[in-house]
């Protein structure tokens, strides 16, 4: 078929660009008398993408172009314009721009940037690993493309490796809102009970037929940072959709617990959209984390384009893409087969007038041509295709050499990677070329969570290159039974629990009911939980401390019952007093008012009442001895009157035999 190259107002014939981009009656179009289209990239499910030349502004473009098949379905007309009006509105750094989408011929068409340096999903195709800078920069970015169309209500649904693109600077760009809508509107997919996305990056609301929510878009960002950084999805199926539904089943373990950035992955593929974090929280902690990394490497030599780049890999994984050697199907992994379609064909391309660098048109060197002829020269002309019968021998050959050497290295020992962290075991399996590494995780009692119990086929095996390896990573310990202590003495439980690996965290309340150091409550019980984690009990300090009440000046009884109701412990010591009636409290030894724990003892002092003694006959004695025995009976020494002088004790007042106070005093006369 020729090729019409609209120039001007005239047009010319480019036959060998036509024999390189196939037959295809579109090449060559012009539409709504601007976009001249230049070779056909590729197709998918929703259209036909091509590489075209905007000649009113004279730039090059992506062209979508919506397939003969669905021209007539209404629904799906009415979804791809929705589909151009929605991703026009959004203009951010990292979403691939829309400049214009209209209809020729009764056709819809879409017209986009053109992004020269392929997709991610390219770069793993060339063997490409990234390194934990790049991957943060690439999760930074997306997700500020992400807070910012959902912060306008438009979810993108689809996020993948194959819709994330480079521009010329590498800097990431989201492609492919075709399935976006307002978050208060249901796509016509939705209704009609459809899942749309692609089931290797579905949320797990997407893939049990729910509406799609912001945390959809996170989780599947999440999947393809996990994939990013650790080599693959944490996900086994042998078919595309048994791939979704896997993670309906198993919560993501944590290959590695200790890395803050893992630990953010692992929070954004939370099986509960309401418990992911929002793509502006993600945002802001990733750009923390590129504060604190190095600044990472160019995805691309000299930070261009890379050494074989496919630009419009971009627009759907289920796209058959031409004119990349390096993306043929039989270097797909099953899964990206799976999403690309029916593979790939390379082709060769030959330049357009007005457009002689090939390399715009992401061609490698190796498959570059020489330039087209001039307006003077007749195109087309001959080629010497007898050189094809030398040639060819030549070519099987080489091919049957390829073969017998593919098939002599194909199969690969697998190393023994345990006791390695996902991680490290997942780069060096993928490093000896095993094609697919995936992670099943399994409790175990020896091997530390996030490290490799071993794998299958196990170490010392051999695999085919495309054969797949599942590592067996540790989730630790498994649950352990936690059983009730109810009512129990908390030091008994504490023994039980911290030798089955448990931490203990006692809260301690006051209880009027509950004997102190006796468990009220416990947080979990009857039930397993995780080994070494925590068990929370609330243990009864017994009743919450009192006041003391003044019983100062209250019988003894009444004292006796006032404490007694309180909570305390008393006991009674008893002494005379001469102000305080008999049975009646003199003095407490806890001021009233105090707070004391319950059960604390108050000793209170009953009063005997006056104390009456006795006055002893010290008439006769000597004044010495009459003293001392005075005094030692609790008396006081009054007046000694001695007119006459004389040490003899003559008179005493008040006399013996008297009845006084304790402590009264006592005159005495003295003669010679």
Not at 461 to 490: E, I
Not at 650 to 668: D, F, H, I, K, R
């Given at each position: ?541 017994g009743p919450a401390p009192r006041p003391v009440p003044n019983v100062v000046g209250t019988s003894v009884t009444t004292a006796e019952g006032d404490l007694t109701n309180q909570g305390f412990l008393y006991s009674v010591q008893k002494q005379y007093s001469n102000s305080v009636a008999n049975g009646e ?88």
């Amino acid at each position: 078929m020729e090729l019409a190259v609209r120039s001007g107002g005239r047009h010319k014939v480019g036959s060998e660009l036509a024999k390189a981009a196939g037959t295809d009656e579109n090449i060559g179009r012009v539409l709504s008398n601007r976009y001249r289209v230049v070779v056909r990239r590729g197709s998918g499910g929703a259209g036909i993408v091509y590489r075209a030349v905007d000649d009113r502004l004279g730039r090059t473009v992506a062209i979508k172009l919506l397939q003969r098949g669905l021209a007539d379905d209404l629904i799906f007309l009415r979804r791809f314009r929705d589909e151009a009006q929605a991703a026009a509105q959004l203009n951010h750094p990292n979403i691939m721009k829309v400049f214009d989408w209209g209809s020729d011929e009764g056709e819809p068409y879409l017209v986009m940037e053109y992004l020269s340096n392929g997709s991610l999903r390219e770069l793993y195709g060339r063997g490409v690993t990234l390194t934990t800078p790049q991957v943060v920069q690439i999760g930074a970015a997306t997700a500020s493309a992400l807070a910012y169309s959902h912060n306008r209500n438009f979810l993108h649904r689809d996020i993948k490796p194959a819709n994330l693109l480079f521009d010329d600077g590498g800097r990431v760009r989201i492609a492919d809102f075709g399935l976006v809508r307002a978050l208060s509107e249901t796509s016509a997919t939705e209704t009609a009970g459809g899942i749309p996305g692609t089931p290797r990056y579905m949320a797990p609301e997407q893939v049990e037929g729910k509406r799609s929510v912001p945390g959809s878009d996170v989780y599947s960002l999440g999947l393809v940072l996990y994939e990013a950084l650790f080599g693959a999805i944490p996900f086994q199926g042998d078919t595309p959709f048994a791939l979704a539904f896997a993670r309906l089943r198993d919560p993501v373990v944590n290959p590695n617990p200790e890395d803050p950035i893992a630990t953010s992955i692992v929070s954004m593929l939370e099986r509960e959209p309401d418990r992911r974090p929002s793509a502006a929280e993600i945002e802001r902690l990733w750009n923390g984390f590129a504060r604190d990394l190095p600044n990472p490497e160019p995805l691309f030599e000299g930070g261009h384009g890379p050494t074989i780049v496919t630009p419009e890999a971009v627009m759907d994984d289920s796209l058959q893409w031409v004119g990349d050697a390096g993306t043929a199907a039989g270097d797909l992994t099953e899964h990206e087969a799976a999403e690309q379609g029916d593979g790939a064909t390379a082709v060769l391309v030959d330049s357009v007038e007005g457009d002689d660098d090939t390399s715009a048109l992401g061609v490698p060197e190796a498959v570059r041509r020489t330039p087209a002829p001039s307006e003077t020269e007749e195109v087309g002309g001959r080629r010497p295709w007898w050189l094809l019968f030398f040639l060819l021998p030549i070519l099987v050959a080489a091919a049957l050499g390829v073969a017998v050497l593919y098939q002599h290295f194909r199969d690969i020992k697998v190393e023994n990677v345990s006791n390695l962290t996902a991680a490290i075991a997942s780069q060096r399996l993928r490093g000896e070329g095993i094609a697919h590494v995936n992670l099943a995780s399994r409790y175990s009692v020896s091997v530390p969570s996030g490290h490799v119990i071993g794998s299958s086929p196990p170490g010392g095996a051999n695999v085919h290159p495309d054969g797949s390896v599942v590592l067996f990573v540790s989730k630790g310990h498994a649950p352990v039974y936690v059983a009730s202590y109810q009512s129990a003495q908390f030091t008994v439980a504490q023994r039980a629990l911290l030798a089955k690996g448990f931490r203990v965290d006692p809260r301690y309340e006051y209880s009027p009911d509950v004997p102190a150091g006796v468990i009220m409550g416990e947080t979990p019980v009857n039930e397993r939980a995780p080994y070494h984690s925590i068990v929370r009990f609330v243990v009864s300090k017994g009743p919450a401390p009192r006041p003391v009440p003044n019983v100062v000046g209250t019988s003894v009884t009444t004292a006796e019952g006032d404490l007694t109701n309180q909570g305390f412990l008393y006991s009674v010591q008893k002494q005379y007093s001469n102000s305080v009636a008999n049975g009646e409290v003199i003095s407490q030894s806890v001021s009233a008012g105090t707070v004391l724990g319950v059960g604390s003892n108050v000793t209170i002092v009953e009063s005997l009442g006056p104390h009456y003694v006795q006055v002893p006959n010290v008439v006769g004695d000597a004044l010495g001895a009459a003293e001392s025995t005075l005094q030692s009976q609790g008396f006081a020494i009054g007046t000694v009157s001695a007119p006459f002088g004389g040490s003899i004790v003559q008179y005493e007042s008040p006399g013996a035999g008297q009845t006084v106070l304790y402590g009264a005093s006592v005159n005495l006369l003295v003669i010679p």
